[in-house]
């Protein structure tokens, strides 16, 4: 549907501004008039009007977990919710979240609940958040449910950063290298290609290819431009088709090194969001579905989403989380001993903390084990074209030695 930007009187005379999306304008119109607004101006969103933060960028997790917080804290000295809301919209850095909160403020006041409220904000408010919101709503422990989403957040973000650290020396490692063959391409090899010139002697395939290789990189750089792009463009496409994401999450779990971490990372996600929902008091149905969908790797999702329909049909949570074959073996056996004690969020919590501590100890094994695999690897780049370039001179010297 469209989209259309609007300023409208709301319920306690205050002029506001955003933007709705409805079928057309007489249809947002009748929207605004049914939350309780009068509607001044509506039109149609373009591109420099419509409101592309909330709906094109999500909030960052460690953004969430402070929010939940302070939300927390504030409820728990007795504040009101729109109270609270506007204070906490008034010292949010963050634009995104900042317009959420001053908009989900508008609608608490016009009678709308803090859980329907924030749903209309997915892509700031995690459909997890909401729910728990909601169920604070119902059974008047709000505050509980802010405190028990701060530290689901907390824990979420320390794994992300622990797995992005363990990432960033491949990528550093990556784009030194490249840095390195292109300087040397660019700015050293080409003194050498004019005294070869000179020479005119036979030259080695080995320098011979590194000289067309900074041929290429000084007058047909534009190409490899492209190729990186059109690269970059058709893995962005992949990874939003179903083979793409098979794909991909295949690549996840079982590339050499990280493989075996990733599957830990996803794993203590797993548990530390299961355990969260139900010890909310959701049921464990609905906690699975919520999971599923925090569930980045497509696979981890699917064996989320078919334990679901299985435990639907009477079956316990440890079965199809074993049979799906993807679960360290620690996870169903700590849920089959939750299970007979009849205190799963406890287990799953061990489970959590266990994965957690373990992503950290291979984050850190892999930091180490990376910083001097770098400087061999440079030095392995590096010296195979010193090599390539001082081959044809060794070889002119020896046929010297020769004569």
């Known amino acids: 549907m469209p989209d259309f930007t609007y300023v409208a009187i709301n319920r306690d005379g205050k002029e506001i501004k955003g933007t709705i999306d409805a079928i057309d304008i007489n249809a947002a119109r009748a929207k ?80 709308e609940t803090l859980a329907g409220a924030m749903a209309r904000y997915p892509n700031v408010f995690p459909v997890m958040l909401v729910t728990l919101v ?54 050293v090899i080409p003194q050498f290609v004019e005294m070869f010139e000179e020479m005119g002697s036979e030259l080695p395939f080995v320098t011979q290819m590194v000289m067309a290789l900074s041929n290429f990189l000084i007058h047909k750089w534009y190409i490899l431009i492209l190729c990186v792009i059109m690269l970059i463009m058709a893995v962005r496409f992949a990874g939003k088709t179903e083979g793409g994401k098979v794909l991909f999450g295949n690549i996840a779990m079982k590339a050499p090194i990280f493989g075996g971490m990733n599957v830990k990372s996803y794993s203590a996600k797993f548990a530390r969001t299961l355990s969260t929902l139900v010890s909310s008091g959701l049921a464990l149905s609905q906690a699975l579905e919520i999971t599923a969908k925090a569930m980045s790797n497509i696979h981890f999702k699917r064996a989320v989403e078919k334990s679901k329909s299985e435990i639907e049909q009477g079956i316990s949570l440890s079965v199809p989380i074993r049979n799906s074959g993807i679960f360290p073996s620690m996870v169903p056996n700590m849920l089959a001993i939750g299970e007979q004690t ?62």
């Open 32 to 111: 605004l008039k049914t939350d309780g607004m009068k509607p001044i101006t509506v039109k149609t969103a373009s591109i420099f009007t419509k409101d592309l933060t909330i709906g094109g960028k999500k909030v960052k997790t460690r953004d969430l977990s402070v929010l939940c917080r302070q939300f927390s804290s504030i409820l728990n000295a007795g504040v009101t919710v729109v109270e609270a809301l506007n204070m906490l919209s008034d010292q949010t850095e963050n634009p995104s979240l900042k317009k959420a909160l001053t908009e989900t403020c508008s609608l608490v006041e016009q009678g």
């Open 134 to 187: 909601e169920a604070g709503e119902q059974s008047g422990t709000l505050e509980m449910s802010f405190h028990r989403m701060s530290l689901q957040f907390e824990k979420t973000a320390k794994l992300q950063g622990l797995v992005k650290k363990a990432m960033i020396y491949p990528i550093v490692l990556m784009c030194v290298a490249i840095t390195v063959v292109i300087i040397m391409s660019v700015f």
């Open 342 to 403: 009849g205190n799963v969020e406890e287990m799953l919590d061990k489970v959590a903390d266990y994965y957690e501590e373990e992503t950290e100890l291979a984050t850190q094994g892999l930091t180490a084990m990376m910083e001097p695999l770098i400087i061999v690897v440079m030095g392995v780049i590096v010296g195979f074209l010193v090599v390539a370039m001082y081959m044809p001179m060794i070889s002119m010297y020896g046929g010297m030695g020769d004569l």
